[in-house]
């Protein structure tokens, strides 16, 4: 319940601030919010298997975020960023789909 | 142990982030307060983060549109202007025309006048329009790149050079007037009149031709040698014809860097 608040006051926030991306930072979005919804569909499963973990879920999810956006632009700095961004949405996205397998399992049963 | 490279480290890679939650039991969860407040946080960041990536992507979205639109609306005004400048260019044309013809009359130069007109159907910078021929002449039907069997730029050369034997006062080349400053050119594949490549079949119209003439058998017997010996198609029609008016060239003079030499 407190989640989905916090989600919503997060979307009415960004509605209504309106931020403007800095371009230096543009690049490095699109792959926080794949490492983001990871953190998330983790979270997810651990909640379907009754073992979810605040602290946990906080910890892995801005370290997701801090680690992959740090990698893509290591990756930009040594010149291989497009490379590097490809690898780290490869890895990032088995992930969610090895989670989503797992909910699926928990949910459906199959 | 067992198990190829790849398998180890796709396990290793999709590992459970809450391994260590699974053997001891979460105690600080569900306690509320603080660590409700974190969840609550995180997942707002997560909000935020997908808001913020969605408005820069439409953002861009957006920039690159309008850059379009802009351009695309830039190249219709400046059509619309050119031909704006195009249709002035035509009343001017005429007023200095009219104007001309009222200043010949007012001066009751009749002579004048008609030596005008004469120079102007010479110099090909008026319309002409009355009897005359029209010669179509296309390549043999098998005619392949590179082959004789093509319409050069001699072959018009020669017609054209026979129409005015014929006494033609004025002669095109598929719409192209010819000037004193006209060329009949080939550059590669293409015969360039007026500097402007034609395109088959090559339609030559000229006005003011007398079949009487001497020229008309010459013509006759050119076309019949091309027909012959290279199998091109031709076909000649009498009747009226008009002809566009000439674009005229000032010649350019060259002038010497010194004065005294």
């Keep these: ?110 | 142990m067992s198990g190829s490279v790849l398998e180890r480290f796709l396990a290793q890679a999709t590992e459970d982030d809450y391994l260590d939650a699974q053997t001891e039991p979460a105690d600080s969860g569900g306690s509320g307060g603080w660590s409700g407040l974190v969840l609550a946080l995180t997942v707002g960041f997560l909000g935020l983060l997908l808001v913020v990536a969605v408005f820069s992507v439409r953002a861009s979205s957006d920039a690159r549109t309008s850059t379009r639109d802009a351009l695309v609306e830039r190249v219709t005004q400046l059509s619309d202007t050119v031909a704006g400048q195009q249709e002035v260019v035509r009343d001017r044309a005429a007023a200095v025309e009219a104007l001309r013809g009222e200043l010949l009359t007012s001066t009751a130069a009749a002579a004048v006048q008609s030596l005008v007109e004469e120079y102007a159907t010479l110099a090909a910078t008026t319309e002409v329009v009355g009897p005359g021929l029209t010669v179509v002449i296309d390549d043999a039907p098998d005619a392949e790149a590179g082959s004789l069997n093509r319409v050069l730029d001699r072959d018009l050369q020669d017609i054209v050079n026979s129409l005015w034997q014929m006494g033609a006062v004025g002669v095109a080349v598929n719409n192209q007037r010819l000037t004193q400053t006209s060329a009949i050119r080939g550059a590669g594949e293409a015969i360039l009149v007026n500097y402007q490549p034609l395109a088959r079949p090559y339609v030559i119209t000229a006005v003011g031709t007398s079949s009487a003439g001497t020229g008309g058998s010459a013509l006759q017997g050119l076309l019949e040698v091309l027909g012959s010996d290279y199998g091109l198609v031709s076909s000649v029609d009498v009747g009226d014809v008009a002809l566009p008016a000439g674009e005229l060239r000032v010649p350019r003079y060259a002038q010497s860097l010194q004065e005294d030499a």
């Excluded at chain 1, 960004?14 to 919010?33: N, S």
């Excluded at chain 1, 490492?35 to 009754?50: H, I, T, W």
């Design chain 1, 1 to 110: 319940m407190i989640a989905i608040i916090g989600l919503l006051v997060g979307i009415a926030v960004g509605v209504l601030w309106h931020p403007v991306v800095p371009l230096w930072m543009e690049p490095y979005l699109p792959i926080a919010i794949v490492a983001a919804l990871d953190a998330v569909f983790g979270g997810f499963r651990a909640l379907m298997q009754k073992r979810f973990d605040d602290r946990i879920f906080a910890v892995s999810f801005l370290s997701n975020v801090v680690i992959a956006s740090f990698l893509v632009f290591l990756g930009d700095q040594l010149g291989v960023g497009a490379q590097m961004s490809t690898g780290v949405v490869v890895v990032l996205a088995m992930r969610i789909f090895t989670n989503a397998a797992a909910i699926r399992r928990i949910l459906f049963k199959a």
